[in-house]
C-alpha cells in the first residue's frame, strides 16, 4: 500500500492548484448546503411543535387556519366540552382569530403578516413559546408580541414601536417570542379581544386549539366534534394538519434540491479536471511506483484516496463557511397563503451529513476516472514518458 | 483568424479537462439561468402588462380587506375608464384536493373587454355569459386535468363555506406569460349562494375573507382609456373612498405585479448571493484548468517566442482559448436552458408554483455574459504568465 503521506505531499507540492480547486469546491458546497439548510427551515418554519395530544378544529371544507372560520357561538362551547385538558387556570384549549394584513418593511415594500388574536392558554398550546425580551402581552390595552424575524425586518416592530396595518389596526410592540422555530415565529400575536375590534370580525374565530387529557379522551373528542349535531366541524390532529400544510413546500424542497444536486455535479468536474492533471503529470512517478512493485489496486486507491482528501478539505470549508448561517433566517412568501413566512436556515446534523455525503461523491466519482487511467498505464511507457 | 486552427488545436488536445470545464460551466450557467429566470420572468410579464393601461384596485389593509361589489359599477362609470371587472379569489378545492390553481370571480360581461390580451371566441363567450354557473378555464389547466368544453367542474368552498357547480363554456386563449391556468367564473353566482345563507350565517370568516359576508369585489381589475390616464385614475379612486370604512388601495398592474415579487422578500437577496457564489466558484474552476493547461505548454510557448511570436500575440491566443472554452460552455448552459424551457412546459409539474417558466433573451444573455468574463478573467493570469515567461528558461524546462 502506498503511504498517505504520498497523497498529502503531493497536494502540497501543487500548492496553488489544490487551493483553487479546494475554495472551488468549497464555494459549491457550501451554496448546496444553503440550500438544503433552506429546505429543512422550510419544512421546519411551517410546522409546530404540538402535543400528539392537540387538535384544531376548523370549520369543515376548510384546509387552513387562515380560511377555517366559524361562529364563537360554537367555539365558546368547544372549551366547555369535557375530555380537555385542564390547569389551573382553566382548560387548555384557546379560541384564536387570523387576519391577514399588509405591513411596511424597512426596505419601503410590502409584505403580508398573520396577526393572531389569541388567549393565554394559546402559549401553552405551543410547548416551546418562550418570551426572549420585553414582556408578555396584557389584554385588552392594543399590545402585540412579535417573533424577532418579524422584528427585524418590519417598520415599528421593535420592541416600544407600533405596528401599523393600514388606518385602523395598529399594537404597542412590548415584548418578542420565540416558538421552537416553528410556524408562530412568522406571525404577530396579539389579545384575541384586540384584534376582534380592530377587525370588526366579532361573532368569528379562526379557529380552536384543544388539547386533550388523554388518547381516549381525544379520540372520543374528536368524535364530538366531527359528529355532534351542535358543531360539525372538523378536528384535525395537529401533527397531521402541519403535514398537509407542508405539502405546499413540496415543489420548493424539490426545487431546493435539485439546485443542490446540479452544484455537486458542478463540484464534482472541478475535482476531476484537477484529479486528471494531477495523473497526467505524473504518469512517469507512476510507473516507477509500479516497477517498485506497488499492485495496480495500491496506485488506484492511492489515487482515490487523494481525490477524497481533495474533496474533503473543499467540503469541510465549504461547511464551516455556512455556520454562521445558521444563525440567519430569510422572509418571505408562503405560496399557499400569501402570508409572510420566515424560515431560519438549519444546517444542522442531517443537512451536513447530506453534505459529506455528497462530498464523498464528488471524491469518488471525480477521481474515478483519472486513478483508472492511471492504472491502465504500461509500467514502460510509462517510465519513458517526459 | 489564421490563429485560431491553433487555438482550437490547443483547447482540444486534452479532450477530458476541455470537456470537464465546459461540463461544469455549462452545469452552473443552467443553475444560474433556472434561480434568475425565476425573478426575471415574472418581471418581464410585469413590464409587459404595461401596455395594457389596467390599474388594480384593493382594499388599503390588503386581501384581508373588502373592495364592495357596488364600487365596480362606480368606477367603471369614472371617465377615461373603458371597462372592469371583480376579481374574487376563491381559493377552493377540486376533487376534494387543495389545488394550486386561481379561481377568479369575475363580472363575465366586461372581463375579456378589460383582459383584452384574453381571448375566447365569441359563440363561447356568449354560452358563457348566457348560464351563470358557466366558467371559462385557461388552456394548460384544460389540458393537464382533460377538460373540455361542456364538461362539469365541481368546486369545493375552502375560504368560502359554499361550492360551486360550474360548468366550462369555453377555452380562453393568452399570451404565453400570463397564467394559463385560470378558471373563471360569475362572481353573481358566487355571491348569490353566500347570500342565501344570510348575514348571520353560522360559518364563513377566514383571514382572507373577513367573513362569508356576501359583495366583496375582491380586487377590481380596470382598463383605463390610455396610459395618461392612469395615474390620474389612481389617485381618484383612492380619494373617492378614503373616509370610508374600506379604503382602497389602487396601483398600475405593474405596480401590482411588483408588490407581489417584493412579498418574495429576503428569497431574492438569496438567490442572488448564490448566483454570485457560482460565478466565484467558476473563476476558480476555470482558472485552474488554464493555468494546468499552461503550465504543460510551458516549451511550447517558449518555442513560439523563440521563432519570433510577439508577447502581445502570445497573451491574445491565450486569452482566446480561454474565452472561447468558458464562452462554449455558457453557450451550452443559457442557451440550451432557453430551448429546453422553451421546447418543455415546466408548469404543470410545480405544482402550480410556477404558471409559467422560460428563460428570458435578457437573462440568456447575461448568462453568457458572464461566462465569456469568466474565461477572460480566468484567462488573464496564466496568459500573462506565459506571455513574460523567459524563453531561456521554458526550452529548458522539462515538464
Known amino acids: 500500500m502506498i503511504p498517505f503521506k504520498y497523497n498529502v505531499r503531493n497536494l502540497r507540492a501543487r500548492w496553488k492548484t489544490t487551493t483553487m480547486t479546494v475554495l472551488g469546491i468549497a464555494l459549491l458546497v457550501a451554496s448546496s448546503c444553503i440550500m438544503f439548510g433552506l429546505v429543512e427551515g422550510l419544512e421546519k418554519s411551517l410546522k409546530i411543535s ?132 416553528g410556524s408562530a415565529e412568522s406571525e404577530v400575536w396579539a389579545d384575541l379581544k384586540d ?35 351542535q358543531f360539525r366541524l372538523a378536528a384535525h390532529p395537529e401533527s397531521r394538519y402541519f403535514e398537509t400544510q407542508s405539502d405546499a413546500a413540496t415543489f420548493l424542497k424539490a426545487a431546493g434540491t435539485l439546485i443542490a444536486v446540479l452544484l455537486t455535479f458542478g463540484a464534482m468536474f472541478a475535482a476531476a479536471n484537477t484529479m486528471f492533471s494531477a495523473v497526467k503529470s505524473r504518469t512517469r512517478e507512476i510507473g516507477t511506483l509500479r516497477a517498485l512493485g506497488f499492485s495496480r489496486r ?89 | ?112 373587454d378589460t383582459l383584452e390580451e384574453f381571448h375566447l371566441p365569441d359563440d363561447q363567450l356568449a354560452a358563457f355569459k348566457a348560464d351563470k354557473a358557466g366558467a371559462v378555464v385557461g388552456p394548460k389547466l384544460a389540458r393537464e386535468y382533460g377538460l373540455k368544453i361542456g364538461d362539469a367542474m365541481p368546486l369545493q368552498g375552502d375560504v368560502y363555506p359554499v361550492d360551486l357547480k360550474l360548468n366550462i363554456h369555453g377555452i380562453y386563449e393568452s399570451p404565453r406569460n400570463s397564467d394559463q391556468r385560470m378558471v373563471l367564473f360569475h362572481h353573481d353566482y358566487l355571491d348569490d349562494q353566500l347570500r342565501l345563507l344570510g348575514p348571520s350565517s353560522s360559518s364563513g370568516s377566514s383571514a382572507t375573507q373577513p367573513s362569508g359576508r356576501a359583495g366583496n369585489a375582491g380586487i377590481v381589475f380596470v382598463r383605463c382609456k390610455d396610459a395618461a390616464a392612469t395615474a390620474a385614475l389612481c389617485k381618484k379612486v383612492d380619494d373617492e373612498y378614503r373616509s370610508t370604512d374600506n379604503p382602497t388601495r389602487t396601483q398600475t398592474e405593474e405596480a401590482f405585479g411588483q408588490m407581489f415579487s417584493e412579498m418574495m ?45 510577439g508577447k502581445g500575440l502570445v497573451l491574445t491566443l491565450v486569452l482566446v482559448e480561454a474565452v472561447l472554452v468558458a464562452g462554449l460552455g455558457g453557450a451550452l448552459g443559457t442557451l440550451g436552458s432557453k430551448a429546453l424551457f422553451d421546447l418543455f412546459d415546466v408548469s404543470p409539474y410545480t405544482g402550480g408554483f410556477l404558471p409559467f417558466f422560460y428563460v428570458p433573451w435578457r437573462v440568456a444573455l447575461a448568462g453568457l455574459g458572464v461566462s465569456l468574463f469568466v474565461g477572460f478573467v480566468s484567462g488573464v493570469v496564466p496568459a500573462v504568465m506565459a506571455a513574460g515567461s523567459s524563453v531561456v528558461d521554458g526550452l529548458r524546462k522539462v515538464v
Open chain 1, 50 to 181: 404540538g402535543d400528539p395530544l392537540d387538535l384544531i378544529v376548523l370549520r369543515k371544507g376548510a384546509t387552513a387556519e387562515t380560511t377555517g372560520g366559524f361562529d364563537t357561538g360554537k367555539a365558546d362551547e368547544l372549551l366547555t366540552l369535557g375530555g380537555i385538558l385542564r390547569d389551573g387556570e382553566g382548560p387548555v384549549a384557546a379560541k384564536e382569530l387570523l387576519n391577514i394584513a399588509v405591513a411596511e418593511r424597512h426596505s419601503g415594500t410590502y409584505g403580508n403578516l398573520i396577526i393572531r388574536g389569541v388567549q393565554p392558554a394559546s402559549r401553552k398550546l405551543r410547548s416551546d413559546f418562550k418570551i426572549i425580551a420585553g414582556r408578555d402581552l396584557e389584554p385588552g390595552k392594543g399590545e402585540c408580541i412579535v417573533p424577532p424575524g418579524i422584528a427585524r425586518v418590519y417598520k415599528g416592530a421593535r420592541i416600544g414601536g407600533l405596528l401599523a396595518f393600514g388606518e385602523k389596526e395598529r399594537y404597542r410592540v412590548v415584548g418578542l417570542f420565540t416558538a421552537g422555530g
Open chain 2, 265 to 309: 422578500g429576503g428569497m431574492k437577496d438569496m438567490v442572488f448571493w448564490i448566483g454570485c457564489a457560482v460565478v466565484v466558484s467558476l473563476l476558480f474552476v476555470a482558472g485552474n484548468a488554464m493555468a494546468m493547461a499552461m503550465r504543460e505548454r510551458t516549451m511550447e510557448i517558449a518555442v513560439l517566442k523563440a521563432i519570433g511570436f
Open chain 2, 1 to 112: 483568424m489564421k490563429y485560431l486552427t491553433y487555438i482550437l488545436r490547443n483547447a482540444r488536445r486534452n479532450p477530458a479537462r476541455t470537456g470537464l470545464t465546459i461540463a461544469s460551466i455549462a452545469i452552473s450557467m443552467f443553475l444560474m439561468m433556472i434561480l434568475t429566470s425565476f425573478f426575471a420572468a415574472m418581471q418581464e410579464a410585469n413590464s409587459a402588462s404595461r401596455q395594457y393601461n389596467r390599474i388594480i384596485v384593493m382594499n388599503a389593509n390588503g386581501f384581508a380587506g373588502v373592495v364592495p361589489i357596488a364600487r365596480v359599477r362606480q368606477i367603471a362609470a369614472m371617465d377615461g375608464v373603458v371597462a372592469a371587472t371583480p376579481f374574487a379569489w376563491y381559493g377552493g378545492k377540486y376533487q376534494n384536493q387543495r389545488v394550486l390553481f386561481a379561481q377568479f370571480g369575475v363580472d363575465a360581461d366586461s372581463v375579456f
Open chain 1, 298 to 386: 495500491d496506485v488506484l486507491f492511492s489515487f482515490l484516496g487523494e481525490s477524497l482528501l481533495l474533496s474533503l478539505l473543499g467540503g469541510g470549508l465549504g461547511l464551516l463557511a455556512t455556520i454562521p448561517m445558521s444563525l440567519l433566517s430569510i422572509e418571505t412568501m408562503n405560496m399557499n397563503t400569501f402570508a409572510s413566512v420566515n424560515i431560519a436556515f438549519r444546517i444542522g446534523p442531517w443537512v451536513m451529513a447530506v453534505a459529506l455525503v455528497m462530498t464523498l461523491a464528488m471524491g469518488i466519482f471525480g477521481g474515478m476516472l483519472p486513478a483508472l487511467r492511471a492504472v491502465r498505464l504500461e509500467v514502460v511507457s510509462a517510465l519513458r514518458e517526459l
Open chain 1, 195 to 229: 384584534v376582534e375590534r380592530n377587525t370588526g370580525r366579532d361573532g368569528t374565530v379562526s379557529c380552536v386549539q384543544i388539547r386533550a387529557s388523554g388518547p381516549a379522551e381525544f379520540d372520543r373528542l374528536r368524535e364530538e366534534i366531527e359528529q355532534g349535531a
